[in-house]
Each structure stands twice: as structure tokens, then as C-alpha cells.
């Protein structure tokens, strides 16, 4: 970082990329149940080097909803 320039890393299609997925809930979350709950995840468990892109589901994703968590995510909705 200390040898790119402050125009070169705003230009770079990577950082771009971050900004831009930040912004936006992974596409795969829009359909989830639990989108209101989890909001997407942590961004930072969300990037996947295999497509460069964090526009992907948490890595915990699978887990959650592996189990019935509606019983105890009806107790917190008033």
C-alpha cells in the first residue's frame, strides 16, 4: 500500500469491487429466511478468493441453517 498511489488504489478494480459489494446483502441472502436477522453477515466472512467477490453467503451459513432456529428467533420478534 505504501507504493500505490492514492489514485491507482481508489482506480483498482478490487477495492471498487469491496465497495460496492459492501453496500449490498450477498445475493444467495435475499431468499434466506433469516435475511432480516443475520443482515448478511460479517462482511469479512463473506469474501470467496475462488470467485473474487464478496457477494457470497457467510461462511457460517451452512451451519444456521443446518439447525431450527425458529423456535428461539420467534422468542426475540415482539
Known sequence: ?????????????FFNNFLSDMENRPDDC?????????????YGNRFNPANVSF????????????????ISFNAWIF
Open 55 to 70: 457477494n457470497n453467503p457467510p461462511v457460517y451459513c451452512e451451519g444456521f441453517l443446518a439447525k431450527d432456529y425458529t
Open 30 to 42: 435475499k431468499q434466506c429466511c433469516y435475511e432480516n436477522i443475520c443482515g448478511g453477515g460479517s
Open 1 to 13: 500500500m505504501s507504493n500505490t498511489s492514492w489514485a491507482k488504489f481508489l482506480s483498482d478494480k
